[in-house]
């Protein structure tokens, strides 16, 4: 369901960067109005670190070109 459902995360890190997803992450949920926001995890630098090494990684696998767009 990526990027039907909610943001694309195979190819976040090469859009956005690590530094990027940690903050990210952090500010949830905005409490933007009108919009689906994730909830806050309370995840320890340690374990964002994890998440943004685990997207690199991830963003480095051939994929095919899918999706076929950069936002999914």
Same mark, same amino acid.
């Given at each position: 369901?990526?990027?039907?459902? /909610?943001?694309?995360?195979?190819?976040?890190?090469?859009?956005?960067?690590? !530094?990027?997803?940690?903050?990210? +992450?952090?500010? +949830?949920?905005?409490? /933007?109005?009108?919009?689906?926001? +994730?909830?806050?995890?309370? #995840?320890? !630098?340690?374990? #964002? !670190?994890?998440?943004?090494?685990?997207?690199?990684?991830?963003?480095?696998?051939?994929?095919?070109?899918?999706?076929?767009?950069?936002?999914?």
């Amino acid at each position: 369901e990526g990027a039907y459902f /909610a943001p694309e995360l195979g190819n976040v890190y090469k859009r956005r960067g690590g !530094d990027f997803i940690k903050g990210w +992450m952090q500010a +949830m949920p905005t409490g /933007a109005p009108g919009r689906r926001q +994730m909830p806050q995890f309370n #995840l320890t !630098d340690e374990e #964002l !670190d994890q998440l943004v090494a685990f997207l690199k990684y991830t963003s480095e696998i051939n994929t095919a070109n899918w999706p076929p767009n950069i936002e999914g």
